[in-house]
């Protein structure tokens, strides 16, 4: 079975701080993909990442970075300068690759408050 | 290119009755599932639609069940309903070539009385 453990339940910061959320894993296939979504006050889920098990580079995009460790079975996400619009709940989520088995399985998720 | 669009947003019904949300794919998309999110739970998987088809399946009682018709668009219904079924309900989209990036609706958020 698959699971995803998002242990930070809240983060407060204050705007400009660096802020890692942090994700860990569990699945017995070889072949997944990780997702990070963000879920703002409004409800809708905003994609941000999609990482598949092959691929361990890290990924930058503006002020958001993303650290895949295999190793550690962890997908952690990172964001830079953080704003008061970074406020949000946060969602690290875990899919196996097969057709047909295409369920996200999510993370309780992190709420991150950015304080102005 | 529009979004994901669920209706109604917003729905109170009654115990025991039973209700249909709708959902309309992004144009092109062609893979349609239904999550359902709760306080208690959070993000749980119902089922995946594809070609018409269900391909997928959570673990949820029979009394969830969905369609999708021949335009991708997707309903899913709840019979009997009960209190533990108010719930936010999100529907996404995604193409069916290995991208695996589902793009999510508003939500429908249902109250159970």
């Known amino acids: 079975a698959q699971k995803v453990t998002q242990a930070q339940t809240e983060i407060s910061v204050v705007e400009k701080e660096d802020v890692t959320l942090d994700c860990v894993y569990e699945?017995?296939?070889?072949?997944?993909?990780l997702f990070w979504y963000k879920q703002p006050p409004s409800g809708e889920l905003v994609f941000l990442i999609r990482?598949?098990?092959?691929?361990?580079q890290n990924e930058i995009s503006g002020r958001y970075s993303w650290n895949f460790q295999k190793s550690t079975s962890s997908f952690n996400f990172t964001i830079t300068a953080s704003q008061v619009v970074d406020s949000a709940v946060y969602f690290c989520?875990?899919?196996?690759?097969?057709?047909?088995?295409?369920?996200?399985?999510f993370g309780s998720g992190t709420r991150l408050q950015v304080q102005p | 290119k529009a979004g994901v669009t669920q209706t109604p947003r917003y729905l109170i019904k009654t115990r025991g009755q039973q209700v249909t949300l709708s959902c309309s794919p992004i144009?092109?998309?062609?893979?349609v599932s239904w999550y359902q999110q709760t306080p208690g739970q959070g993000l749980q998987f119902l089922f995946e639609?594809?070609?018409?088809?269900?391909?997928n399946k959570g673990n949820f009682p029979g009394r969830f069940s969905g369609r999708q018709f021949s335009n991708s668009r997707s309903e899913m219904n709840v019979s009997t309903l009960e209190l533990g079924d108010s719930a936010l309900y999100l529907c996404?989209?995604?193409?069916?070539?290995?991208?695996?990036?589902?793009?999510f609706g508003p939500g429908t958020r249902l109250t159970v009385t």
């Open positions: 639609y594809f070609s018409e088809t269900q391909r």
């Open positions: 144009s092109g998309h062609r893979s």
């Open positions: 990482r598949n098990s092959f691929d361990e």
């Open positions: 989520a875990l899919s196996e690759a097969k057709t047909g088995r295409r369920a996200l399985t």
């Open positions: 699945t017995r296939d070889t072949t997944y993909y």
């Open positions: 996404a989209s995604s193409l069916d070539r290995a991208l695996y990036e589902q793009y």
